[in-house]
């Protein structure tokens, strides 16, 4: 199971900003969406950052509403854990857990190319174990 099959089944669009964009900005596109984090790129789809609810917050305590007014790049996480399309599930889940983050963005050839979040992962880790279930109750049944 790897990152090209969530990819597959859920689809590659992503929703990104550049860095200039305002918190405040930021903050409306990721309640419009529903989402918890956008990838912030450059125009040829570069990842520069990731902003997270997260990073909302810690501006926010840090600046008060004065952050609304300030470029994403000054409060997006820099250093980013990005993951290919060949990477397995169960990498993801080291990934994330280990980096305490929830959302991934996929790269390819140097570019955004998706994004897998930690609801992705572990739907399609129940799906294996529910598969899993039956494909042994099956055997057991017909033995």
């Not at 008060?64 to 290919?84: E, F, H, N, R, Y």
């Not at 799906?127 to 033995?143: G, L, N, P």
Request: proline content about 2%; some cysteine.
């Amino acid at each position: 199971m790897t990152v090209k099959l969530i990819l597959e089944r859920k689809g590659y669009d992503v929703f990104s900003t550049t860095p200039e964009t305002t918190l405040g900005d930021a903050i409306v596109m990721l309640a419009k969406h529903k989402i918890g984090a956008i990838v912030v790129c450059d125009e040829k789809k570069v990842i520069k950052g990731i902003l997270s609810e997260r990073d909302v917050v810690r501006a926010l305590a840090a600046d008060g509403a004065d952050a609304l007014w300030k470029p994403i790049s000054q409060t997006m996480t820099i250093k980013v854990s990005v993951c290919s399309e060949r990477h397995t599930i169960n990498q993801v889940m080291e990934m994330m857990t280990r980096g305490r983050f929830r959302h991934l963005p996929v790269e390819k050839d140097g570019r955004l190319h998706g994004l897998v979040s930690i609801g992705d992962v572990v739907k399609l880790r129940i799906e294996e174990v529910e598969r899993e279930s039956e494909d042994i109750r099956s055997y057991i049944a017909t033995a």
